[in-house]
């Protein structure tokens, strides 16, 4: 059967059983179904479509053997995730990026509903060159042919706010042009005024729950999402700070050419998330997953930003640790007070190891309210696991199973760990953070990331500082003295 995580995709998705048509140079197609009833209705429509279809699906198995029984399953998940794949494809929005997650979050989902939901990554229904004309000469005053020297009206990639088409500019550089869906605005509102009814009704399964700081949060950084003059200005900032890195590259961006619904950048190359998961070696995998680990924290700590959407389809890989990095749209800036927390709390869990100091920071912070009944060791117990990669030096393999466990106490009420999680709460400040243990550690989870993890850590947290532990680092360490 689907596991807690498909079955969120499926509701989520709601059936959304329409077939999926995609658009074509002479088909063009605008956001469907944008307003907020519109897309509700159709929501409801697929959870009667899939209900009826659950219904058949057991009627079949009745008198199945055990071994039809298994083919009746696997068929009825790929079944339900390709219809709700397609049709998220189709809404776009704050939808589709739920559909994006559950395709690689839960490493327990079966890999065809994986691979199923994993074409919203890169590969959704894209918008019909007409359209994407279109919003090239809004944006920038004329057809794409006259504002570059060469356009290609297929796109390489399309998403859930925009897709992406190659062109030259007229001083001969390539570049990569990611225009805005036409509607896609109108459509994220619409998710977004839904997106407090989901919430709260979390909190008839989390007592502890308090859904306002986190609706308010997911709406700001989605929101800021669609402003492309706002991607550009992180993505600018975090070009800056890693200019010329042996390891890390930032896309340049071009000013000129971007508006609030088009971003123009310099086109990068590199293999993809799934080649490196599948045909790289162990060890080039090891070395991508130290540069992602390396961008993540170091960003938080040394610019007070995260880049916050950590799918497989922004990274592109080359041999060495290479990584390019796109898409800044939903990053998080953090201030110093906001920080502070993160510090104590790896204080208290990691390097002077105190149980009462740790339930009180986080009783602080919102984590968890104070005087719930249970001990400092079951509190300690339940958080110890987001910390496990750094709570001992040594050499240790992130596997799938460790990323499904960091889903499953999120979520999963029936374990040992439900009483606990029922009154676990999430700051607005930490909303964000957590696609750290529900994004990056799943990727590290496919490659089999290995490395000493709390060495790693320990040269980039700023409160230890400690010199390099790896030949990257020391790389990266020469590097960063010819800066001064």
Sequence with gaps: MLTAAALTATAVGAGLLWRRRRATPDQPTALRTTGVGARRARLAAVGARAGADWATHRARRVFASAERKVELDTAFELRTAEQVAAALGEMKGALMKLGQMASYLDQGLPEHVRGA?????????????????????????????????????????????????????????AVAVKVQYPGVAEAMASDL??????????????????????????????TEELDYANEAANQIRFGEEYAGHPFIHVPRV?????????????LAEGAGFDEVASTWSQHERDLAAETLYRFAFGSLYRLRMFNGDPHPGNYLFRPGGQITFLDFGLVKHFTEAELLPFEEMIKAMVIAPDPATFRSIIENVGLLPAGEPFSNDEVVDYFSHFYELVREAGLMTITPEYASESVRRFFDQRGPYGPIMRRVNLPASFVVIQRINLGLYALFGDLHASGDWRALAEEIWPFVAAPPSTPMGETIATWESGRR
């Design 254 to 266: 071009f000013g000129e050419l971007s508006t609030a619904r088009v971003l123009t950048t310099e």
């Design 193 to 222: 005024a839904n997106i407090g009814l989901l919430f709260g009704g979390l909190g008839q399964l989390f007592p502890g729950f308090e859904p306002g700081p986190v609706v308010a949060e997911l709406r700001e950084r989605l």
């Design 117 to 173: 939901l994993a074409q919203l990554q890169s590969d959704a229904p894209p918008m019909s060159a007409e359209l994407a004309a279109g919003v090239i000469r809004s944006e920038l005053g004329h057809d794409p042919d006259v504002v570059f020297a060469t356009w290609d009206p297929v796109p390489i990639a399309s998403a859930s706010i925009g897709q992406v088409h190659r062109a030259m500019t007229h001083d001969g550089e």
